[in-house]
């Protein structure tokens, strides 16, 4: 039996818009350093990030306000957010490892399983992927220290997956869990504000012009 209390399905909220906007504000910067296929896995896998996050916290929601226990918005969390980042890192990834072009390929949708280890593992490998391109990123600009920032949110994903095995019908693991995803999370946020004041936007990538 879950105990899920309004002040923590709220809170559940919280890393939810923090990665929305951090994602907002890397779509701006880095837009015009990605080809249309790159940019749309990106954006797009963002997206399905920010859905699922908060899918989630509006089922945790209405389960603490007894209105339903809508379990199908918990099931499509671990599918719609593994999947999610791992296009966002993709995209990301094509960005840097070669010149993007309007003729740039799109990714294949990788195929849903019924496991959570698989969703698990295709999420640490997405927002792995991201934070790697973003510590590349924040070398080129000569910012070494928000590499600390984004190493600290891969760490937290990592708890975070691992927090996902243990028993969430306990009120204080999803306590411990929503601490660690909000500074997973806030971290994140906070990196992507300090890479778009230190000029990511105008980044030169690849010593040429981008598509």
């Known amino acids: 039996m879950n105990d899920f209390s309004v002040s923590m399905a709220l809170v559940d909220y919280i890393p939810v818009i923090l990665f929305a906007i951090a994602a907002v504000i890397l779509q701006r910067d880095l837009y015009n350093k990605m080809s249309k296929g790159a940019f749309a896995l990106f954006a797009g896998g963002t997206i399905f990030v920010t859905c699922a996050g908060a899918l989630k916290a509006t089922w945790k929601l209405l389960y603490a306000l007894g209105v339903c226990d809508f379990e199908a918005l918990n099931a499509m969390f671990f599918p719609t957010q593994s999947i999610g980042f791992l296009l966002a890192g993709i995209g990301i990834l094509a960005m840097i490892c070669h010149k993007q072009t309007e003729s740039a390929a799109f990714a ?100 040429g012009e981008n598509a």
């Not at 698990?120 to 910012?143: E, F």
Request: hydrophobic share 55%; proline share 3%.
């Open 108 to 207: 294949v949708v990788p195929p849903v399983f019924s496991g959570t280890f698989v969703f698990v593992g295709l999420m640490v490998a997405g927002l792995g992927i991201m934070d790697v391109v973003l510590c590349v990123l924040s070398a080129k600009l000569k910012k070494p220290a928000l590499i600390a920032l984004f190493v600290l949110s891969f760490v937290c994903s990592l708890c975070m997956g691992y927090l996902s095995s243990q028993d969430f019908a306990e009120a204080s693991m999803n306590w411990i869990a929503e601490g660690v995803n909000v500074v997973g999370q806030g971290s994140l946020l906070v990196g992507a504000i300090l890479l778009h004041q230190g000029g990511l936007a105008e980044l030169k990538l690849h010593n």
